[in-house]
């Protein structure tokens, strides 16, 4: 079927030596092209807005980390469809109640965190 | 002979990135390096003949699990920690770990190589690809370690939201 296995991702290898090539290039002659005015203002983060307050690593609500976990747990529940995406029509009914069963465990999950009201971002302290 | 050169290829850039990993002193360096070594893991597993894990490699743990640290550095105060001495007391006791696994390495390379054998890439005979494999053996042979996995996830959803809440 496909040509031998390195040649299969040649194709992928030219795209990411394409962006290294962009990205490092635009880089590079800017370091070697680019009039150096250095001051205060210029090295502030946005030249042109409003001055920043404080400090960029300031600390942030526990709600960005609950979202960020629970997107990673949904993420590993949405690899594992597919795999049964790739076989589906040789399992049959079969392979469709498996998922059915796994599905509804994860959605379980899914209404817990629905009903405590973790996605409520609006509502304080609930 | 083009698998050998992009083997040392990945193996270099998995390794660099983790070296560089443990010696950046801003947190976000840390993680942008680990991106690296993540990446050059990917690529290893493409050597092996696994796509589906390289895929799942780039998805979870390159796009999720990376999130999840960049959420930790921003959750956490790390001015403190960034003005520390680094590699303090601990590094005759690192030394003496280190060599101990090393050691047990190069008595596995020159001892044990024989005794197990690596498993066999899976595209040989068939004309499946290596996703294929791993669904048909998924839904069969590991049906049940499949939906224990839904089971894990569903405690991990509930622990997240019960530590991360005052009142549930």
């Known amino acids: 079927m496909s040509p031998s296995y390195p040649e299969a991702y040649f194709p992928i290898l030219l795209q990411v030596g394409l962006a290294v090539l962009v990205a490092g290039g635009v880089l590079v002659t800017s370091h070697l092209l680019g009039r150096r005015v250095r001051n205060k203002t210029k090295d502030s983060p946005y030249e042109c807005g409003i001055t920043p307050v404080g400090d960029a690593r300031g600390r942030f609500s526990v709600k960005f980390y609950l979202v960020a976990v629970l997107f990673i747990l949904f993420d590993v529940e949405v690899v594992f469809l597919f795999p049964w995406a790739v076989v589906f029509r040789e399992l049959g009914l079969f392979g469709f109640f498996s998922m059915l069963l796994y599905m509804a465990l994860i959605l379980a999950g899914f209404f817990f965190v629905w009903k405590k009201g973790v996605l409520d971002w609006a509502k304080r302290g609930r | 002979m083009l698998d050998t050169a992009l083997f040392y290829i990945f193996a270099a850039l998995t390794l660099g990135g983790g070296v ?124 049940l370690p499949f939906e224990l996995a839904s089971i894990l996830l569903l405690v991990a959803i509930i622990g997240a939201v019960v530590m991360a809440k005052k009142r549930i």
């Open chain 2, 20 to 143: 560089l990993t443990i010696t950046r002193r801003s947190a976000v360096h840390s993680a942008i390096w680990l991106i690296t070594s993540l990446l050059g893991v990917a690529g290893l597993y493409l050597l092996q003949r696994a796509e589906f894990l390289a895929g799942v490699q780039v998805i979870l743990y390159v796009g999720g699990i990376m999130v999840l640290f960049l959420f930790v550095i921003m959750l956490v105060n790390l001015d403190q920690a960034a003005k520390e001495k680094r590699f303090s007391g601990q590094k005759w006791i690192a030394l003496a770990c280190v060599a101990a696994v090393a050691l047990q390495a190069l008595w596995f390379v020159s001892k044990g190589a024989g005794r197990f054998t690596l498993g066999q890439p899976s595209i040989a005979g068939e004309n499946l690809g290596n996703s294929e494999h791993v669904s048909r053996v998924l839904f069969s042979q590991y049906l």
